[in-house]
């Protein structure tokens, strides 16, 4: 019977697999329209990280305005981009790490550090902009953060994640490398009577 626990040789690419979901859940929050938007009908508005839209009750039409205009805007904007960028990073470190046959746990630490300025920048970034956004934006009827913006969070909450395994993981070295041998444990002399 294989058994693959989260410390196995075999298992080595769930971590990276992990920095691959952030990162396309990082790309949904930066290129989704649905950061906010109005709760209800009638749909009046809906923003991005890098835009705000309004629009009437009877207009189709959207009339959007840049958040690039706000040094808040491009602060936030700045600070989650500058995060995915290494989050991406620490993808091709970490696909190369657990490529080599020859783990380095230092190397591998050093990716779970990264991965913890990697949440700095984009815990910054979501705070930045739901405060500045509601303070210096006029809002339209009921508005609710949405699915772009909870895709942010789920990247940072992903990739935190990933940050205490790649730090705890060289504790794990010998049971990685497959150096420790099964300890086999019996209840009763009776039953092994050859070890005596």
């Known amino acids: 019977m294989v058994v693959c626990g989260l410390a196995c040789w075999r298992c ?3 971590l990276p697999l992990l920095l691959g979901l952030a990162i396309i859940m990082g790309i ?5 329209r649905g950061w906010l938007e109005s709760e209800s009908e009638p749909y009046v508005q809906q923003a991005s990280l890098w835009e705000s839209c309004t629009r009437g009750e009877e207009d189709l039409n ?11 805007g491009r602060a936030a904007a700045a600070t989650y981009l500058v995060g995915f960028v ?3 990073i620490c993808f091709a470190l970490a696909v190369i790490a657990f490529s080599i046959e020859i783990l ?22 979501l705070v930045i902009y739901p405060v500045k956004f509601t303070e210096e934006i006029p809002l339209t009827g009921d508005n609710m953060f949405s699915w772009a913006y909870g895709f ?8 935190i994640g990933c940050a205490f ?3 705890c993981l060289p504790n794990w070295e010998d049971e990685v490398l497959g150096n420790i041998k099964p300890t086999y444990y019996y209840s009763s002399p009776e039953r092994a009577p050859y070890l005596n």
């Open 86 to 88: 290494i989050l991406v």
């Open 165 to 167: 395994f790649f730090c």
């Open 12 to 14: 080595r690419w769930l």
């Open 62 to 72: 959207w009339s959007c305005q840049s958040l690039m205009d706000y040094g808040w």
């Open 28 to 32: 949904i929050a930066l290129a989704g």
């Open 152 to 159: 942010g969070w789920a990247s940072t909450v992903v990739v």
């Open 104 to 125: 380095r746990f230092n190397f591998v630490r050093g990716i779970g550090g990264l991965l913890f300025v990697v949440a700095a920048f984009q815990i910054i970034g």
